[in-house]
């Protein structure tokens, strides 16, 4: 029998990074933070992302076929903060007031982010409540150095 406890205990041990993850359907464009995220294979290059199945995001995804990662540094807690509310609850376009760009896939980029990667989704699990898409990454830049936000320094919890 599963011991709830020990699982939630021992998953929410899973170091994780945390990503804004820039999705769109035609002009529409949105974003989410996202922690459920690694790389899956070097050739080609993939990354799994694992989404929420009753968020806006995730049949932005669906429908397009693209998204984009947007990677955080260490001092940008805030930005997280602002993209884990899901859009249809802070009744405006969290990209509003955020500086971003739109990248070859037509998916925001958040200009002052250490970097990215963009990704066709080229696979699909829906297990669950969250679908892992398998994204190939198709393009990627660095805009700066710096250290990466881990959730574990956030005092947040996304797992177990
Ligand atoms: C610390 C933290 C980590 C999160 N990680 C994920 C994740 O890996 N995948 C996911 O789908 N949602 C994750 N979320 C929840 C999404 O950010 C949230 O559902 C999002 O605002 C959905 O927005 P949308 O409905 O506009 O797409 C996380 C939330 C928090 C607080």
Known sequence: MLDEQAKKTILRKIPHGLYICGVKDGEEVNGFTVSWLMQASFKPPLVVNCVKQDSKSHEMIK??????????????????????????????????????????????????????????????????????YVGEVIAAGVHREGESLRLETTGWQYGG
């Open 63 to 132: 429908t397009s076929g693209v998204f984009a990662i947007s990677f955080l540094d260490a001092e940008q807690k805030h930005l997280a903060q602002k993209f884990f509310q899901p859009q249809r609850r802070v009744g405006h376009n969290r990209f509003d007031d955020v500086e971003f760009y739109l990248g070859e896939t037509g998916c925001p980029i958040i200009s002052e982010s250490l970097g990215y990667v963009e990704c066709q989704v080229v696979g699909t699990v829906a297990q669950g409540d969250h679908t892992v």
